[in-house]
């Protein structure tokens, strides 16, 4: 089992682990500061080093219930010490995009208080989120822009905490995606800005005003009832 350090604080750029598993130039830790590929968000990338030699981390997936690093070659061994470093102009700028795609839910929600996410992806240039939304005008959009914009700098913390499940379920709009969560979650990872709660595993900036400008760069339809909005932050 490896311990997801990224999960109790964010900001954390550097750790030392141990090699518990080894499959060619695959390796597990017992802890890793490097986000795992999920809900939307791509992995960190980084380096591992053991003493003065490195390994460039390419990516990190689960599988079979394990966090595997790949690296950029084979030589690690089980029971090595390693020092970990994330990428941290990439993971910031991920932060930013993660926590500007909640104050983008914010906003859409201050015009439709029911809609819900259908999907998304995260990427360092431009991210997309997809809502069920019955219509979405270019005078909506500029509006909800306006207003997201208006939570950045209104500079309000982003709280991070943990809830059991059935105490999270009583909580309205907690969840902010369409799909059910799994039953197999006894514990609901949250992120809470101002008064609106999000359940979310991703990593966040700790202030909205970290994120900068939002700037909506395109929205689509993309049926009846799903609507696509590509957005930057600047």
Not at 30 to 39: E, S
Not at 135 to 161: H, M, S, Y
């Amino acid at each position: 089992m490896t311990e997801l350090l990224y999960l109790k604080d964010c900001y954390l750029k550097e750790f030392d682990a141990k090699v518990i598993d080894v499959q060619n130039n695959k390796v597990v830790l017992d802890k890793t500061a490097f986000y795992v590929l999920g809900g939307g968000q791509p992995n960190d990338t980084g380096k591992l080093l053991r003493g003065k030699e490195e390994f460039k981390v390419l990516n990190v997936r689960r599988d079979s219930g394990k966090i595997w690093h790949e690296l950029d070659k084979e030589g690690l061994k089980i029971g090595d010490i390693v020092h970990g470093i994330i990428d941290w102009e990439r993971r910031y700028k991920l932060m930013r995009m993660h926590t500007a795609a909640h104050v983008l839910t914010m906003a859409i929600q201050t015009f439709f208080p029911d809609a819900l996410v259908t999907g998304g992806q995260l990427d360092l240039q431009e991210s997309r989120d997809d809502y069920a939304l019955p219509e979405l005008t270019q005078d909506l959009v500029k509006r909800i822009e306006d207003k997201a914009n208006e939570i950045v700098k209104a500079a309000l913390p982003v709280e991070i905490g943990e809830l059991p499940r059935e105490e999270a379920f009583k909580i309205p709009q907690i969840f902010k995606l369409r799909d059910v969560m799994p039953a197999n979650i006894p514990r609901i990872r949250y992120t809470k800005i101002g008064t609106d709660y999000n359940a979310c595993g991703g990593t966040h900036v700790a202030n909205t005003k970290e994120i900068g400008r939002i700037k909506i760069t395109k929205a689509m339809s993309k049926g009846k009832d799903n609507k696509r909005i590509y957005f930057t932050v600047e």
